[in-house]
């Protein structure tokens, strides 16, 4: 048990159609991410939640649509996607103190492997 | 970021200690060393990270060469649990920004 949950851990979907992707964080953070791992190339930050507001995006297509309700969950909406977008997307949080150096460790979920059809 | 450069794989035998190299030499000063580690079917996990001087916990030792520019992830005795690919980063402390940059790691095989 990591203290960052994943769901679904596997997802199949066809070009035209709509899935989320769920993380739920229970360790009380106030930061969370997403990464996506396709393979053979290292893990791609896509976009981070800091209390509650989006602080990056990484030029990421629009087809993927993040969600951050509240400081334990995190969606990923995926609409319309390619084949090339079938990758390990993980979720990670971690708790940021204001002003402070920012090192604190980022925890990790197991991560939804998505293959797109 | 600053760049880090590791060795794509690396061999150990069980129970013998490894020595995990990482070249980072346009490390700047405020830039931490972390280390982290992805073991097969898991999302990557924390291991250590340090500024300058050489730091201990429960999971590995960080040797930081004394011009930074180089830093060594000690595994003391490797057990078959601890293969994974292990990641070095850097991380700037003036930012405020939250994100982890991950190159392509170093790939340990531990040997019964």
């Known amino acids: 048990e990591t203290g960052v949950t994943q769901t679904p851990r596997h997802l199949v979907m066809g070009m035209t159609n709509k899935k989320s992707l769920k993380c739920e964080q229970h360790?009380?953070?106030?930061?969370m991410y997403w990464y996506k791992q396709s393979a053979k190339k290292p893990l791609e930050l896509m976009f981070v939640?800091?209390?509650?507001?989006?602080?990056e995006n990484n030029s990421v297509p629009s087809r993927f649509s993040p969600e951050c309700p509240n400081s334990s969950h995190l969606f990923l909406h995926l609409h319309t996607l390619q084949p090339e977008d079938s990758a390990l997307y993980l979720c990670?949080?971690?708790?940021?103190?204001?002003?402070?150096?920012?090192?604190?460790?980022?925890?990790f979920g197991n991560g939804t492997r998505l293959t797109v059809t | 970021d600053a760049k880090t450069t590791q060795p794509n794989s690396m061999e150990s035998n069980e129970e013998e200690p490894v020595h995990l190299p990482c070249n980072h030499s346009?490390?700047?000063?405020?830039?931490?060393i972390h280390w982290y580690r992805q073991l097969p079917s898991q999302g990557p996990e924390y291991v250590i990270h340090?500024?300058?001087s050489n730091v201990n916990n429960r999971m590995a030792s960080l040797a930081i060469a004394e011009d930074r520019k180089s830093s060594t992830l000690i595994l003391h005795r490797a057990t078959l649990r601890d293969a994974a690919v292990y990641y070095c980063?850097?991380?700037?402390?003036?930012?405020?920004?939250?994100?982890?940059?991950f190159g392509a790691g170093t790939r340990l095989t531990v040997k019964p």
């Open positions: 990670a949080s971690s708790q940021e103190m204001i002003l402070q150096v920012p090192n604190s460790p980022l925890h």
């Open positions: 360790l009380g953070h106030n930061a």
């Open positions: 939640y800091s209390l509650e507001e989006r602080v």
């Open positions: 346009t490390i700047s000063g405020t830039d931490y």
């Open positions: 340090g500024l300058t």
């Open positions: 980063i850097l991380r700037d402390g003036l930012r405020n920004n939250n994100d982890m940059r």
